[in-house]
């Protein structure tokens, strides 16, 4: 299992600059989002500028960074239809391009009514929000068979797709060999389930055993009744028993952290890294 980190936890630079920030981590994977990674210029969608693609990548290549998964998440619900339009052709551009960074792999979660804040919202757990999800993803599998490439779902409780179960639900009802998996316990979690780590992480593994390809490294503490997130080894998430259940994939995921900054990527890469040796 490669560790890596999602990109703009380390700042916004330029490519160069950039680039040497995950050497300096020690990190040998990205998950990359091109416009909250890197500072550019161009007025429309970065993954359009072929110049500054190719200067990215030209980058980590010198490197030898890898690139896992671009990130293009967006919120199929959101109530603005016109940014949901605009949100499936950049997620379409990303897929075409994901070949070029060397990845199949471009990934989002699945959104909320909540529009902008991405928050728990009773519509969320709807047929009907189960059924618009549906669509919008089925319309990006062509485009992702096209490209050779995979339409990458998170799930979260607070989203529409909020359980490993509806998730297993969505993929079934997708049927293509063109969808994976992004596994984040944390966002699986809420103040009343953290008893239940081992039957989510469990239910994660059985149901997506050879689709599971990136999984979120983060951790919790219990504040005041609330999840507070922490970085990972510093808080109450078993990562033993995860790391344990990993092994036993189909799949070789990278490990990502994500919302690790400063001083504790040291202090998580050398906590996971204990974990996978």
Same mark, same amino acid.
């Given at each position: ?17 950039? =680039?040497?920030?995950? &050497? ?5 994977? *990205?998950?990359? @989002?091109?416009?909250? !990674?890197?500072? /550019?210029? +161009? ?85 009907? =929000?189960?059924?618009? &999800? ?5 319309? *990006?599998?062509? @485009?992702?068979?096209? !490209?050779?490439? /995979?339409? +990458? ?125």
């Amino acid at each position: 299992m490669r560790l890596g980190i999602r990109g703009h936890d380390l700042g916004r630079n330029t490519s160069e600059a950039f =680039a040497q920030s995950v &050497v300096d981590a020690q990190l040998e994977s *990205l998950q990359l @989002v091109l416009p909250k !990674a890197i500072v /550019y210029e +161009t007025t429309g969608p970065p993954i359009l500028n072929e110049t500054l693609t190719q200067e990215v990548k030209d980058q980590l290549d010198a490197k030898g960074i890898q690139v896992a998964m671009l990130g293009a998440y967006f919120n199929p619900v959101h109530s603005n239809k016109a940014l949901v339009a605009q949100s499936v052709e950049n997620f379409k551009h990303h897929l075409k391009k994901a070949s070029f960074f060397g990845t199949q792999l471009v990934g989002t979660e699945t959104g909320s009514y909540n529009d902008d804040e991405w928050t728990w919202h009773e519509k969320n757990q709807s047929e009907e =929000a189960f059924q618009e &999800v549906f669509r919008i993803f089925k319309d *990006l599998l062509p @485009v992702a068979e096209q !490209a050779g490439a /995979y339409v +990458t779902i998170e799930p979260a409780y607070h989203h529409v797709i909020s359980t490993p179960a509806r998730l297993k639900r969505l993929l079934d009802a997708l049927d293509s060999p063109y969808v994976r998996v992004i596994f984040d316990l944390f966002n699986l979690l809420h103040a009343e389930n953290t008893t239940s780590q081992h039957q989510l992480i469990d239910e994660m593994v059985g149901y997506f055993k050879d689709k599971i390809m990136i999984v979120h490294a983060k951790d919790f503490i219990v504040v005041d009744g609330k999840l507070v997130q922490v970085a990972p080894g510093k808080g109450k998430l078993d990562y033993p028993y995860l790391i344990e259940k990993l092994e036993t994939l189909q799949t070789t995921p990278d490990l990502i952290l994500e919302g690790v900054v400063g001083e504790d990527i040291t202090f998580s890469r050398h906590f996971l890294l204990t974990l996978l040796k």
